[in-house]
């Protein structure tokens, strides 16, 4: 048993409990729910009309006077504005097997009352046929679109790698220089380094050679002072000055 709230909605209720619902329930509000593919209309067109469901599509245009079948729904929403004239309205069974939706039925039969099916449109499989063929073409223009694009990128992938290439040759030109300035700075190097240990070691024996003349003259002048000593020895006795006024003998 399913209970419902005063108030409660419910999105679907299978058709043929409703009267029973209604005999349960007493006061209710409801309205048909169509489901689409189920019911389907012949239209005329009063004047030329141009349809496009999908805005990827091409458009469909129907000249004035001509009569096709459309789906219930779309049939009523176009007879809105006046464009289009109902003729008659029916049901379709719906397309149930992965051929028939591919394809289409072979036709589509009615039967009104206990009378024999009546054959009301046929070879529809020509018109699934033609569908797919309009579908694969619109698959392959985008194909072809991609295909494009993709040689642009391509295009534009070979240009970039070309001036990389064209880079990459200057740096490995420039890498060569580098690597002959660095060896010249590095024979350079090597040579000043030979002439600052020249000069290093002239400098200590330049060094060593001023303290041996040091040496030396300390020597000399060692003897020199001795050999003046034992020559002319100094006093023994230091005489003091005349006194002042004091005559000289």
Known sequence: MTKFQAGEVVPAFPAEQLPQLRADAGQLAYRWVIPPGLYWADVRFKEAYTHQTNPNDEPVVFEAGSEVVLDLLTAEQIALAGTTEVLRRFYRRPLTDGQTQMLGADAITERVGNQEPVTVFDNLQTLGLYRIRQDLERA????????????????????????????????????????????????????VQQRHDAIAAELRETEEAIVQLGTTLRRLTANVTAEIDRRAPAPDILEAPPAAGAAVQ
Do not use: V
Not at 147 to 173: H, P, Y
């Open 140 to 191: 392959l223009e985008n194909s072809e679109a991609r295909t494009e694009a993709l040689r642009g990128a391509t295009q534009n992938a070979t240009s970039q790698l070309a001036l990389l290439d064209e880079k990459e040759a200057q740096l490995t030109e420039d890498q060569r220089g580098w690597e002959q300035d660095l060896q010249a700075a590095e024979r350079i190097e090597a040579s």
